[in-house]
């Protein structure tokens, strides 16, 4: 019979940490704590926000189903729907060419590679709903800037990833053509890239989900869509009114949802 027991106190699969990783994993927990503590969190809250939350519910339902309100949110809606669909188009087209910089060994050196790369990176490090602030001040209030700040969101999000999927791109068609004397636009256009193709598509379906949501909230800082009547809603206590946006914002990005994960089987066959 095979002995189970651990005389030694632990599996031999467990290896006992060193003084540097204990210190390591103490020092994670207590930042931990100290986030917990930062942030506010408290038991007491926790315990008696159930109430709380069940006299917004009560006083939220039933949703408010006027026709006139519906057909008013539903015009915003629609409008959220511009704003991102049509600040999602002009982001993923102005991916590609940011992206062929940004990607690797492709065309640009590698000095222009990390310039470009940590331009992304800062674009995806200030959030969405900043960057519509920005252009609220830059272009005035309305739909405008709430697509400016979609396609600048866009742009951080799938040039990114735009240029890994280059990078990870089967090399062998590129390095035929190569072989051959093609230049180096030649080979990224007529390998590169298309071998990247349903890697480009799953992350232009998943840039547009995004858009949408993102979408959704932009009219809180006045840059159009749904969000003012969200915020209408709970700065006048029209309960009924925010659960009915609520809802409606829910229902489309869902739909949204669905519908790009059905795109996406269609065209490339499988989920990413």
Same mark, same amino acid.
């Given at each position: 019979?095979? $002995?189970?027991?651990?005389?030694?106190?632990? %599996?031999?699969? #467990?290896?006992?940490?060193?003084?540097?990783?204990?210190?390591? #994993?103490?020092?994670?927990?207590?930042?931990?704590?100290?986030?917990?503590?930062?942030?506010?969190?408290?038991?007491?809250?926790?315990?008696?926000?159930?109430?709380?939350?069940? $006299?917004?519910?009560?006083?939220?339902?039933?949703? +408010?189903?006027?026709?006139?309100?519906?057909?008013?949110?539903?015009?915003?809606?629609?409008?959220?729907?511009?704003?991102?669909?049509?600040?999602?188009? &002009?982001?993923? &087209?102005?991916?590609?060419?940011?992206?062929?910089?940004?990607?690797? =060994?492709?065309?640009?050196?590698?000095?222009? +590679?990390?310039?470009v790369r940590t331009g992304l990176g800062?674009?995806?490090?200030?959030?969405?709903?900043?960057?519509?602030? *920005?252009? *609220?001040?830059?272009? =005035?209030?309305? %739909?405008?800037?709430?697509?400016?700040?979609?396609?600048?969101?866009?742009? =951080?999000? /799938?040039?990114? @990833?735009?240029?890994?999927?280059?990078?990870?791109?089967?090399?062998?068609?590129?390095?035929?053509?190569?072989?051959?004397?093609?230049?180096k636009l030649d080979v990224v256009a /007529?390998? !590169? &890239? %298309?071998?990247?193709?349903?890697?480009? &598509?799953? !992350?232009?379906?998943?840039?547009?989900?995004?858009?949408?949501?993102?979408?959704?909230?932009?009219?809180?800082?006045?840059?159009?869509?749904?969000?003012?009547?969200?915020?209408?809603?709970?700065?006048? @206590?029209? #309960? %009924?009114?925010?659960?009915?946006?609520?809802?409606?914002?829910?229902?489309?990005?869902?739909?949204?949802? #669905?519908?790009?994960?059905?795109?996406?089987?269609?065209?490339? =066959?499988?989920q990413r």
């Amino acid at each position: 019979m095979t $002995d189970t027991s651990f005389p030694m106190g632990l %599996p031999s699969r #467990y290896e006992r940490p060193s003084a540097l990783a204990f210190l390591v #994993y103490a020092a994670a927990i207590v930042i931990v704590l100290w986030s917990f503590a930062g942030a506010g969190f408290s038991i007491d809250k926790v315990i008696s926000s159930p109430p709380r939350f069940a $006299d917004f519910i009560d006083r939220a339902f039933p949703p +408010n189903l006027d026709p006139k309100v519906l057909a008013r949110l539903g015009w915003k809606m629609l409008e959220t729907l511009q704003i991102a669909l049509a600040g999602a188009v &002009i982001g993923i &087209i102005l991916s590609v060419p940011i992206a062929l910089l940004a990607a690797r =060994g492709l065309i640009a050196p590698t000095w222009i +590679n990390q310039i470009v790369r940590t331009g992304l990176g800062f674009i995806r490090a200030v959030p969405d709903i900043a960057w519509a602030l *920005v252009f *609220v001040v830059a272009v =005035g209030l309305g %739909p405008f800037a709430g697509m400016l700040a979609i396609a600048i969101d866009t742009i =951080g999000f /799938c040039g990114r @990833f735009f240029a890994d999927d280059m990078e990870a791109a089967d090399k062998g068609p590129s390095e035929s053509l190569t072989a051959t004397g093609a230049r180096k636009l030649d080979v990224v256009a /007529c390998a !590169t &890239i %298309p071998a990247a193709m349903p890697a480009f &598509i799953s !992350t232009s379906l998943f840039a547009t989900e995004k858009a949408v949501r993102s979408s959704t909230i932009l009219g809180l800082v006045g840059a159009g869509g749904i969000g003012i009547e969200l915020k209408v809603g709970f700065d006048l @206590f029209d #309960y %009924p009114t925010a659960m009915t946006v609520i809802l409606m914002i829910a229902v489309v990005v869902i739909s949204i949802e #669905y519908l790009s994960g059905w795109a996406r089987t269609k065209i490339i =066959g499988e989920q990413r």
